[in-house]
């Protein structure tokens, strides 16, 4: 019995005091990581104000910065930091953030700043990844940003590698594009051949309105602008300047325009394609007319589409939504679902086009274009 009593007795005190001890330290904890944080941003504050510092010369500064860095999170902050400090072996983290913060302002100073530091090469070796994830063309969308000489000289190296991922290249050619001088270039690129096909129907209204002469005269004959269709836009320099009219641009999505039946916003629409709810988050205005005048241009990651012929001659063209052992599922354009026995396929093959038609733009007029980019622009993460 009185072993029994003083058990009980232990755990009765012990658990309070192990409490109270715990309790305290934590608040030691957090209280000394609070404290090293501000001493750290005195630190760098100060550092920041001065002229010319190298922040890597002294080791003990640099250690200060980098954890200072550490502790800013996803605060746009650090970029300021690592540019004026000169800190370095940064560049992973700078390139990660970027992903992260998606097409902003902050990722193409952080892009520009990892090329300043470590050279073009760290950017190039990963967009010419053999294997480009979803991280790659988030990346080579914000590189594409850039207007900087470096970078469009480094979208014409990529361009011309044929091993590129065609998205990639894609944006390479969008890129360039924006920028007259590259004109001549980009004729004498399709004449050899560099130029992925979809993105030629992008190139044709900028090259064949071009300032430059001679760029007109031979993209009248090298693209002509295609006899099926009525009209011809207007180049895509002029069409992200115009203002639309977002409401508008609901309606023709909702409507005539078809979108909704394939891409859901919030919890309407259908889920053929992906998700536009936070469609303006993710791409630019200039992403956004490429999407829907040239979809095959830049199809996106996991939405490739395939063809399936079974051993009776089906033949289902759709996305890809279940791959196992025994069978695998299409999803067509039209949402249904079509599930085939492994055994039963003769041929599975990916396609080369998008499974979103490449005319849709014809539905609605110019105006209603811009309108319609208007409202999906505006669809922001919250
Ligand atoms: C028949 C189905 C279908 C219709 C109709 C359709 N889309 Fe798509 N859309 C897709 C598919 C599938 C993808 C993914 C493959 C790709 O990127 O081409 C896609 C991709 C996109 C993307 C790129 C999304 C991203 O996350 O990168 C945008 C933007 C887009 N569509 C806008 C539109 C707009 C605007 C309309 C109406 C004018 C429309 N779509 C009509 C099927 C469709």
Same mark, same amino acid.
């Given at each position: 019995?009185?072993?029994?009593?003083?058990?009980?007795?232990?755990?009765?005190?012990?658990?309070?005091?192990?409490?109270?001890?715990?309790?305290?330290?934590?608040?030691?904890?957090?209280?000394?990581?609070?404290?090293?944080?501000?001493?750290?941003?005195?630190?760098?504050?100060?550092?920041?104000?001065?002229?010319?510092?190298?922040?890597?010369?002294?080791?003990?500064?640099?250690?200060?910065?980098?954890?200072?860095?550490?502790?800013?999170?996803?605060?746009?902050?650090?970029? !300021?930091? %690592? &540019? +004026?400090?000169?800190?370095?072996? $940064?560049? *992973?983290?700078?390139? @990660?953030?970027?992903?992260?913060?998606? #097409?902003?302002?902050?990722?193409?100073?952080?892009?520009?700043?990892?090329?300043?530091?470590?050279?073009?090469?760290?950017?190039?070796?990963?967009?010419?990844?053999?294997?480009?994830?979803?991280?790659?063309?988030?990346?080579?969308?914000?590189?594409?940003?850039?207007?900087?000489?470096?970078?469009?000289?480094?979208?014409?190296?990529?361009?011309?590698?044929?091993?590129?991922?065609?998205?990639?290249?894609?944006?390479?050619?969008?890129?360039?594009?924006?920028?007259?001088?590259?004109?001549?270039?980009?004729?004498?690129?399709?004449?050899?051949?560099?130029?992925?096909?979809?993105?030629?129907?992008?190139?044709?209204?900028?090259?064949?309105?071009?300032?430059? !002469?001679? %760029? &007109? +005269?031979?993209?009248?004959?090298? $693209?002509? *602008?295609?006899?099926? @269709?009525?009209?011809?836009?207007?180049? #895509?320099?002029?069409?992200?300047?115009?203002?639309?009219?977002?409401?508008?641009?609901?309606?023709?999505?909702?409507?005539?325009?078809?979108?909704?039946?394939?891409?859901?916003?919030?919890?309407?629409?259908?889920?053929?394609?992906?998700?536009?709810?936070?469609?303006?988050?993710?791409?630019?205005?200039?992403?956004?007319?490429?999407?829907?005048?040239?979809?095959?241009?830049?199809?996106?990651?996991?939405?490739?589409?395939?063809?399936?012929?079974?051993?009776?001659?089906?033949?289902?063209?759709?996305?890809?939504?279940?791959?196992?052992?025994?069978?695998?599922?299409?999803?067509?354009?039209?949402?249904?679902?079509?599930?085939?026995?492994?055994?039963?396929?003769?041929?599975?093959? +990916?396609?080369?086009?998008?499974?979103?038609?490449?005319?849709?733009?014809?539905?609605?007029?110019?105006?209603?274009?811009?309108?319609?980019?208007?409202?999906?622009?505006?669809?922001?993460?919250?």
């Amino acid at each position: 019995m009185r072993h029994n009593f003083s058990a009980k007795r232990f755990f009765q005190l012990s658990l309070p005091l192990c409490l109270m001890f715990c309790t305290a330290q934590w608040a030691k904890s957090s209280d000394t990581t609070d404290k090293q944080k501000i001493k750290d941003r005195i630190v760098v504050e100060s550092l920041m104000r001065l002229p010319n510092v190298d922040a890597n010369e002294n080791g003990e500064l640099k250690q200060t910065a980098l954890r200072y860095v550490e502790s800013l999170g996803d605060d746009p902050k650090q970029i !300021e930091i %690592v &540019r +004026k400090l000169k800190l370095k072996g $940064l560049s *992973a983290r700078l390139l @990660s953030k970027a992903v992260e913060w998606g #097409m902003s302002t902050q990722s193409v100073q952080a892009v520009e700043l990892v090329a300043q530091q470590d050279g073009l090469e760290v950017l190039k070796k990963k967009l010419c990844d053999a294997n480009p994830t979803e991280s790659t063309f988030t990346l080579a969308r914000i590189v594409a940003l850039s207007n900087k000489r470096e970078f469009l000289q480094l979208q014409e190296e990529i361009l011309s590698d044929r091993d590129v991922n065609k998205f990639i290249r894609t944006e390479a050619v969008v890129s360039l594009s924006r920028n007259n001088s590259f004109h001549p270039k980009l004729v004498q690129l399709i004449r050899d051949g560099k130029i992925p096909e979809d993105a030629k129907t992008l190139l044709g209204p900028t090259l064949r309105n071009s300032e430059n !002469e001679e %760029v &007109r +005269k031979s993209a009248k004959e090298l $693209l002509p *602008a295609s006899s099926g @269709s009525s009209r011809e836009l207007p180049p #895509m320099q002029q069409l992200v300047k115009r203002q639309g009219n977002s409401a508008e641009g609901r309606k023709l999505y909702f409507g005539v325009a078809t979108c909704s039946q394939c891409h859901m916003v919030g919890t309407e629409g259908k889920n053929v394609g992906p998700s536009l709810t936070e469609i303006g988050s993710k791409l630019t205005k200039e992403a956004m007319y490429v999407s829907i005048v040239s979809p095959s241009a830049g199809i996106s990651h996991n939405y490739e589409s395939f063809a399936v012929r079974t051993s009776d001659d089906e033949v289902v063209v759709g996305l890809l939504v279940s791959d196992t052992e025994q069978s695998i599922t299409l999803r067509d354009a039209k949402g249904i679902e079509y599930k085939f026995a492994k055994g039963d396929i003769d041929e599975l093959k +990916k396609q080369e086009k998008s499974l979103m038609p490449e005319n849709l733009h014809e539905l609605i007029t110019e105006q209603g274009l811009v309108d319609l980019v208007e409202y999906l622009s505006a669809l922001k993460k919250q």
